[in-house]
């Protein structure tokens, strides 16, 4: 069973430009949640998808974008890159079921540097 | 709306020292909750989990009882490790919509 990826590991943009990061959710899981890690805090929700299509969405600007593919990979794209946009990007997938408990499954990351 | 406060730390033990790492939350409805850890360097990793009132999760010698009645949901572990080290942090979901909320994060350090 393959665990969640990310795409790039590390990288630095300028500000004001666009950033395009990528997550392959785990062997059978619908749903991708995106999340932002500022340095010392926790994960703050961005958006989640499931079936290729938005499924709420956290207090983030809409220069906050995501897709999902068929095969429910994911992608976040951050457009006018701003400083405080640096930060640790984590994508989770889960399987989406009727049941009310959730078990969400981190991929290593992204760091975002912005200068 | 649905939050979660954890004690702030660092924490900074003995190797075979109890831990306890205070977790409280608000939230409308029933949520279940979570503890994760994070390693340095690397992306979450879910610890354990409770999904109603009184249930115990536990892992890894690691336990947290989910208490209504105090909204808490406290992690223990009776003789932690250096291995231990790590970020630890509290969440809950609030089902129906599958949205975690997550506590700032307890740093723990333990010394040999």
């Known amino acids: 069973e393959t665990g969640v990826t990310q795409s790039p590991t590390h990288l630095i943009k300028t500000r004001g430009q666009q950033v395009t990061l990528r997550c392959s959710s785990q062997?059978?899981?619908?749903?991708v949640s995106w999340y932002q890690q500022a340095l010392g805090q926790g994960p703050q929700f961005i958006f989640q998808?499931?079936?290729?299509?938005?499924?709420g969405r956290g207090n983030f600007p809409p220069r906050f974008s995501g897709l999902q593919f068929p095969n429910y990979s994911s992608e976040l794209n951050v457009n006018a890159l701003e400083l405080d946009d640096s930060a640790l990007y984590l994508c989770?997938?889960?399987?989406?079921?009727?049941?009310?408990?959730?078990?969400?499954?981190f991929g290593p990351g992204t760091r975002l540097t912005v200068t | 709306g649905d939050s979660v406060t954890q004690m702030e730390g660092p924490v900074t033990l003995s190797e075979e020292a109890f831990l306890t790492i205070n977790c409280t939350y608000t939230?409308?409805?029933?949520?279940?909750l979570f503890w994760y850890v994070q390693y340095p360097g690397e992306g979450l990793q879910l610890l354990l989990k409770?999904?109603?009132?009184?249930d115990k999760g536990s892992n890894k010698g690691f336990e947290a009882t989910y208490r209504k009645e105090t909204t808490s949901f406290h992690l223990e572990k009776g003789s932690v490790q250096v291995s231990d080290s790590a970020v630890y942090f509290c969440?809950?979901?609030?089902?129906?919509?599958?949205?975690?909320?997550f506590g700032s994060g307890t740093k723990l350090n333990v010394k040999p």
């Open positions: 989770a997938s889960s399987l989406a079921q009727a049941q009310s408990s959730y078990e969400q499954y």
């Open positions: 062997s059978g899981h619908n749903t």
């Open positions: 998808y499931y079936r290729e299509e938005e499924n």
């Open positions: 939230a409308t409805g029933y949520p279940s």
């Open positions: 409770a999904t109603k009132a009184d």
């Open positions: 969440a809950l979901n609030s089902g129906g919509f599958n949205k975690f909320y």
